[in-house]
């Protein structure tokens, strides 16, 4: 059985980066892709840039806001055949710095948006796939969500809180016929890492190795994948070790300054967008 030809998937935060690449591999692969995003000049540009690609159709959408992620998932069912088959929660922001540093609007946009948003989706979709006894949620969380590092406190914890909702909601809902995954890439060559300067030791994968995870995991349902594939288990082992060996290991990878000595300058448009992540923007 395919799992994604002739089937509706609603795709947030996809007018850029990971959630694109995603909208287009699953176009690639026959779906009815319909994607969401906050900021309407950038969607309908995604929307042009993907229509050669198969059905596709866009949405404003502002996933922490209850009734606007409704209204999304309504517009997502009318464009298909009435139902939502597959919900991608992509949306997300990281602001990366000093602990301290961050701004009360800044915690709460990252809160807001990389959790309440990921809950807003479930609980909006799992209805209906349970009464079907059928249906797919993946949820974009991150390597962070195993292990964290510094300057990344804020957007760890809500990635650590999107796999543990991820974990649990996928034990709860399995015997009522709905898969539930979560999609943990490491640093991703986005605007998400502006202004950072990875060592080699972290090499960033590209979206569109991202997106191939997700049309893995669609075709192989598991609850957690990584990307890379080992990155998982390593992040785990490294998790296990001692506070000493943690924060050598770190120090020998430069995970214990990636995000916290940036290039401040080009790295501010990315952090006042993750500061005010919230709301419809229709204007550019």
């Given at each position: 059985?395919?799992?994604?030809?002739?089937?509706?998937?609603?795709?947030?935060?996809?007018?850029?980066?990971?959630?694109?690449?995603?909208?287009?591999?699953?176009?690639?692969?026959?779906?009815?892709?319909?994607?969401?995003?906050?900021?309407?000049h950038?969607?309908?540009?995604?929307v042009?840039?993907?229509?050669s690609?198969?059905?596709?159709?866009?949405?404003?959408?502002?996933?922490?806001?209850?009734?606007?992620?409704?209204?999304?998932?309504?517009?997502?069912r009318?464009?298909?055949?009435?139902?939502?088959?597959?919900?991608?929660?992509?949306?997300?922001?990281?602001?990366?710095?000093?602990?301290?540093?961050?701004?009360?609007?800044t915690?709460?946009?990252?809160?807001?948006?990389?959790?309440?948003?990921?809950?807003?989706?479930?609980q909006?979709?799992?209805?209906?796939?349970?009464?079907?006894?059928?249906?797919?949620?993946?949820?974009?969380?991150?390597?962070?969500?195993?292990?964290?590092?510094?300057?990344?406190?804020?957007?760890?914890g809500?990635?650590?809180?999107?796999?543990g909702?991820?974990?649990?909601?996928?034990?709860?809902?399995?015997?009522q016929?709905?898969?539930?995954?979560?999609?943990?890439p490491?640093?991703?060559?986005?605007?998400?890492?502006?202004?950072?300067?990875?060592?080699?030791?972290?090499?960033?994968?590209?979206?569109?190795?991202?997106?191939a995870?997700?049309?893995?995991?669609?075709?192989?349902?598991?609850?957690?994948?990584?990307?890379?594939?080992?990155?998982?288990r390593?992040?785990?082992?490294?998790?296990?070790?001692?506070?000493?060996?943690?924060?050598?290991?770190?120090?020998?990878?430069?995970?214990?300054?990636?995000?916290?000595?940036?290039?401040?300058?080009?790295r501010?448009?990315?952090?006042?967008?993750?500061?005010?992540?919230?709301?419809?923007?229709?204007?550019d």
């Amino acid at each position: 059985m395919d799992n994604i030809r002739g089937k509706t998937i609603a795709i947030t935060g996809a007018a850029r980066g990971i959630g694109l690449a995603t909208a287009t591999a699953l176009l690639a692969r026959g779906a009815r892709v319909v994607i969401g995003d906050r900021e309407v000049h950038v969607l309908d540009a995604a929307v042009k840039q993907l229509s050669s690609r198969g059905q596709v159709s866009g949405h404003p959408l502002d996933v922490t806001d209850r009734e606007s992620f409704a209204t999304f998932l309504d517009k997502a069912r009318a464009d298909g055949d009435g139902h939502i088959d597959v919900l991608i929660n992509n949306a997300g922001v990281m602001p990366v710095g000093p602990f301290l540093d961050q701004t009360p609007q800044t915690i709460r946009s990252a809160t807001e948006v990389n959790f309440y948003g990921v809950i807003n989706g479930c609980q909006l979709v799992l209805p209906e796939m349970v009464k079907r006894r059928s249906g797919r949620i993946v949820n974009i969380a991150s390597m962070a969500g195993i292990v964290a590092v510094p300057g990344q406190a804020l957007y760890a914890g809500t990635k650590f809180a999107v796999v543990g909702l991820t974990t649990a909601l996928a034990d709860e809902f399995a015997p009522q016929g709905v898969t539930i995954s979560g999609v943990l890439p490491t640093f991703t060559n986005t605007e998400l890492i502006s202004g950072t300067h990875p060592s080699a030791a972290q090499k960033p994968v590209e979206p569109e190795d991202v997106a191939a995870a997700v049309v893995k995991v669609l075709d192989k349902p598991k609850t957690l994948v990584s990307v890379p594939g080992f990155g998982r288990r390593s992040a785990m082992l490294l998790s296990l070790l001692p506070d000493g060996g943690r924060r050598w290991l770190n120090k020998k990878t430069s995970n214990d300054t990636v995000f916290l000595q940036f290039d401040a300058a080009a790295r501010q448009a990315y952090e006042d967008r993750a500061q005010h992540a919230t709301g419809v923007v229709e204007d550019d």
